[in-house]
C-alpha cells in the first residue's frame, strides 16, 4: 500500500501532521500542479507522493549512486580557480 493509499483508507490520519509550507517557487507550484492534474489526485495528494518520493520512501523515489560521495565536499581554492582561468585564455597567436 502507497503512502496515499494508506492515507485515503485512513490508516494514517492518527499519525499524519498539519503543514503549511510557504515561500514555495512559481516553478515548483507549476510542475506540482500539472502532476496532480496528469495524475487526476488533489494538490495535497501530488505534493504527498513528490515529498514522499523524494525522500526515497515512496514507489518511484529517485535514487543517486553516482558521485554521492562527493556531493557537499567542494572546498574554494584560489590556485586551482587561476589554473583553470589559464586553461580558458585563448592565445590568439595560435589562431593566425
Not at 557537499?72 to 584560489?78: A, N
Given at each position: 500500500m502507497t503512502a496515499l493509499q494508506a492515507y485515503g483508507a485512513g490508516t494514517m490520519r492518527e499519525q499524519t501532521k498539519q503543514y503549511t509550507i510557504r515561500r514555495v517557487p512559481g516553478r515548483v507550484d507549476k510542475l506540482l500542479r500539472?502532476?496532480?492534474?496528469?495524475?487526476?489526485?488533489?494538490?495535497?495528494?501530488?505534493?504527498?507522493?513528490?515529498?514522499?518520493?523524494?525522500l526515497g520512501i515512496e514507489e518511484g523515489a529517485v535514487v543517486h549512486h553516482d558521485l554521492d560521495d562527493l556531493a557537499g565536499s567542494w572546498v574554494q581554492d584560489g590556485e586551482f580557480d587561476r589554473a583553470m582561468a589559464e586553461m580558458h585564455r585563448i592565445d590568439p597567436a595560435l589562431w593566425q
Amino acid at each position: 500500500m502507497t503512502a496515499l493509499q494508506a492515507y485515503g483508507a485512513g490508516t494514517m490520519r492518527e499519525q499524519t501532521k498539519q503543514y503549511t509550507i510557504r515561500r514555495v517557487p512559481g516553478r515548483v507550484d507549476k510542475l506540482l500542479r500539472e502532476r496532480a492534474t496528469r495524475y487526476g489526485v488533489s494538490l495535497n495528494q501530488a505534493a504527498l507522493t513528490a515529498l514522499a518520493q523524494g525522500l526515497g520512501i515512496e514507489e518511484g523515489a529517485v535514487v543517486h549512486h553516482d558521485l554521492d560521495d562527493l556531493a557537499g565536499s567542494w572546498v574554494q581554492d584560489g590556485e586551482f580557480d587561476r589554473a583553470m582561468a589559464e586553461m580558458h585564455r585563448i592565445d590568439p597567436a595560435l589562431w593566425q
